[in-house]
Nanobody
Framework: VQLVESGGGSVQPGGSLKLSCAAS????????MGWFRQAPGKEREGVAS???????SYVSSVEGRFTIIKDNAKNTLYLQMNSLKPEDTGVYYC?????????????WGQGTQVTVSS
């Protein structure tokens, strides 16, 4: 699956952004899609994921502020980010792969930069 992210940018603390990830094909049952981010000098971390049955999961630091949405009709994954904080800054990547499989087997997008700063 080819993935193309968009929607990144610069925003002040407390602001909102909505990231999009267009997939080249419909993902099969048993597939998970998710958003990851990597800040300068830090390890990549999982932010949010959604399984083919609609089950969602979030890292605790974004719980209640971020929402992951999958539009199956458009083969597009979204990440609505509200109440953004400076620590949310990083390159955000979209990924897709078998649920429970190693991330090394996942397909990845090219990333989109999110900068939260006053």
């Amino acid at each position: 699956v080819q993935l193309v992210e968009s929607g990144g940018g610069s925003v002040q603390p407390g602001g909102s952004l909505k990231l999009s990830c267009a997939a080249s094909e419909t993902t099969a049952a048993g597939y998970c899609m998710g958003w990851f981010r990597q800040a300068p000098g830090k390890e990549r971390e999982g932010v949010a994921s959604i399984a083919s049955d609609g089950t969602t999961s979030y890292v605790s630091s974004v719980e209640g502020r971020f929402t992951i949405i999958k539009d199956n009709a458009k083969n597009t994954l979204y990440l609505q980010m509200n109440s953004l904080k400076p620590e949310d800054t990083g390159v955000y990547y979209c990924a897709a792969g078998g649920c429970g499989a190693s991330l090394h087997t996942y397909d990845w997008g090219q990333g989109t930069q999110v900068t939260v700063s006053s």
